[in-house]
């Protein structure tokens, strides 16, 4: 076991990179973001006009969190154990980024793909049938391969941090920091609709000039991935993964042949009482978040604009259409401040602490939702098909870009106090990562199947789902302030809770 200890302290010291190194290891979550950011402002308003009815358009989203809930742990557990010569974390990193180009690329082809299949190219619902299939598959692997992909960057994060909970929040900062550049990148590249004049070959008999614009933009993803995705693991050197250090780490580990799922409901079972408060607020916060990720623009083009995707009125129609675009834009200012948000994080934390952090944002957060409702009766006062008036767009407006700040939060301390702990308790960050991450796919799998029903039940429209995101948004501002614990290391290396408020968390 002194071997193994030894080893153990040789490699922490060779996993310890400088912080330019870091920065060049967490751009690619600007390539992957990207793709992210075209996928919240384009697919839900172009999976409508192929014919999806808005109360079912969230049902597409449900392959998220599924892909999630079954890939991410897979993909933490193995990666915590790869013993390829390249390292542990980058081959899987490689396998996900090339499964995002291929998703993206079907994507982007579908209405092609599905007139070629034998679809019509009429704009009439439901005549394109086999385009909604082949878009729904490109779908789903684009969320199995971004699941693939994104448990490995924060799990490369984390073992190029260790234990120095500063670097640790520096890098999830510069992760947050690299996200906000690539929905940046991402909203703008949405909003300009002047794309297809540049790639001309997109345009074609299947496919529009919208739908040419979309495929034009995902192309332009496909280049943003590849670069980060080379500087990314060109950053550093992984040290390889070795049997002492499996020695070290899992004294206790069953059998080798031992299936995955065992592991994480061992890991469950066994989850330190910190982590399981970590997790309850982690998804209150993204039980909140999702109801808007899915359909902000839609909002926007829906409730605000007031128009309709398939109504026979073109001008019904172009409304929507304008709202989308706007909603577009929000979203590029919402990532401004993310970015700008990321950068203070840190001190912020170390300043007031990250429970009181993480708690104020949750209730910036509630209260933009409650104010999305004022916003929709103040849109509704002005007569059908005129568009709103210019202080409701504005104050839209605003929303967005304030929810940047809370955004950049749920981006970042769960991530860093999960590596805190993860690391202190001696357990692989990949399983962590994968373990975090049910606590943001099962929000999802909740809001993908009951948002569009829940919103039924109360006369359609987007914000009854939103109102209940900001109700748990400040149920788990409350939780986060309360009950997060404040870790601390014991004499035998464990963590014990510290309840006193008077210290900041790591």
Not at 245 to 260: C, L
Request: charged letters at 15%; aromatic letters at 10%; glycine letters at 10%.
């Amino acid at each position: 076991m002194e071997r193994g200890e030894s080893f153990k302290r040789v490699n922490r010291g060779k996993n310890r990179i400088p912080l330019q190194s870091l920065a060049r290891v967490a751009c690619i979550a600007a390539g992957v973001q990207f793709g992210w950011a075209l996928q919240l402002s384009l697919l839900t308003p172009y999976v409508q006009e192929l014919g999806i009815p808005h109360a079912w358009a969230s049902f597409v989203w449900l392959c998220g969190p599924i892909s999630g809930m079954l890939v991410q742990p897979i993909v933490g557990h193995y990666s915590d154990r790869f013993p390829g010569k390249w390292g542990r974390r980058r081959p899987f990193i490689l396998i996900g980024a090339t499964l995002v180009v291929v998703a993206v690329l079907i994507i982007g082809f579908s209405a092609d793909l599905g007139f070629l299949l034998g679809d019509s190219n009429s704009s009439i619902v439901g005549s394109r049938p086999r385009a909604i299939v082949v878009f729904v598959i490109g779908f789903w692997v684009l969320d199995l391969a971004n699941n693939t992909l994104q448990g490995p960057c924060r799990a490369l994060l984390a073992d190029f941090t260790g234990k120095d909970q500063r670097r640790t929040r520096r890098a999830n900062a510069f992760f947050s920091l690299f996200m906000a550049i690539g929905n940046v990148l991402g909203f703008a590249t949405g909003a300009y609709d002047g794309w297809y004049k540049i790639f001309s070959f997109t345009r074609t008999e299947a496919c529009d000039i919208a739908c040419a614009n979309l495929k034009s933009a995902f192309l332009l993803g496909v280049l943003l991935l590849v670069l980060t995705t080379i500087l990314s693991v060109t950053a550093a050197s992984e040290v390889p993964w070795d049997p002492i250090t499996k020695i070290v780490n899992d004294d206790d580990e069953e059998e080798e042949g031992e299936a995955v799922f065992w592991e994480l409901f061992g890991a469950l079972r066994d989850l330190p009482r910190p982590m399981w408060y970590i997790l309850a607020v982690t998804a209150l916060t993204w039980m909140a978040w999702f109801p808007f990720l899915l359909f902000d623009t839609d909002w926007m083009g829906r409730d605000v604009y007031r128009g309709e995707p398939s109504s026979p009125d073109p001008k019904i129609t172009a409304l929507y259409f304008e709202g989308v675009h706007m909603g577009s834009l929000g979203l590029m200012l919402n990532s401004v401040v993310l970015g700008l948000s990321s950068l203070v994080i840190e001190p912020l934390c170390h300043k007031l602490g990250s429970s009181y952090v993480w708690g104020l944002a949750n209730t910036i957060m509630a209260a933009c939702f409650a104010a999305t409702a004022l916003l929709t009766h103040a849109a509704k006062q002005d007569p059908w098909g005129m568009g709103p008036p210019l202080y409701v767009t504005i104050s839209s407006l605003v929303i967005f870009a304030v929810l940047g700040a809370p955004l950049a939060v749920t981006y970042s301390i769960p991530y860093a106090l999960t590596a805190t702990f993860t690391e202190r308790v001696g357990g692989g960050q990949g399983l962590s990562m994968g373990v975090l991450n049910l606590a943001v796919v099962i929000p999802q799998m909740i809001v993908s199947v009951g948002s569009g029903p829940w919103d039924e039940l109360f006369g359609g429209g987007n914000l009854p789902a939103f109102l209940l995101g900001g109700a748990a948004a400040l149920a788990g501002g409350i939780a986060a302030v309360l009950i997060l614990p404040r870790p601390t290391p014991d004499f035998k290396g464990g963590i014990r809770l510290r309840r006193s408020r008077s210290s900041p968390i790591p």
